[in-house]
């Protein structure tokens, strides 16, 4: 069992900035590709960044390339998503997952495969 908690969520105006953690705890962190996702009222749970078990490979949905960072410190068991130039369509419930990996080179971002998955946290964005 893996259990992620995520936190840094919160209201923020058009073009501000969050720093979204989820912490993981229960088994090695390192054995894992980890991934961001979102999910706002009425829509699809959707992709929004992954990073490979040796944080040396990232991806990014279109839709937030450019102003979003995912990173990871494996020491901390910790993955991160420093979001910028946030936008009121960046508004959604964001979960942090994670999936048991072979490839330590590989980001996943489709949802299949994530096995575990944190409660989620709150991002809001203002106009």
């Known amino acids: 069992q893996v259990q992620l908690v995520e936190s840094g969520g919160g209201l923020v105006q058009t073009g501000g900035s969050l720093r979204l953690s989820c912490a993981a705890s229960?088994?090695?962190?390192?054995?894992?590709?980890m991934g961001w996702f979102r999910q706002a009222p009425g829509k699809e749970r959707e992709s929004v960044a992954a990073?490979?078990?040796?944080?040396?490979?990232?991806s990014y949905a279109d839709s937030v390339k450019g102003r979003c960072t995912i990173s990871r410190d494996n020491a901390k068991n910790t993955v991160y998503l420093q979001m910028n130039s946030l936008k009121p369509e960046d508004t959604a419930v964001y979960y942090c997952?994670?999936?048991?990996?072979?490839?330590?080179?590989?980001?996943?971002?489709?949802?299949?495969?994530?096995?575990?998955w944190g409660q989620g946290t709150q991002v809001t964005v203002s106009s």
């Open positions: 229960g088994r090695t962190f390192s054995n894992y590709a």
């Open positions: 997952a994670a999936k048991n990996a072979v490839l330590y080179s590989t980001a996943y971002t489709s949802l299949t495969g994530y096995t575990y």
């Open positions: 990073i490979s078990r040796n944080a040396g490979t990232t």
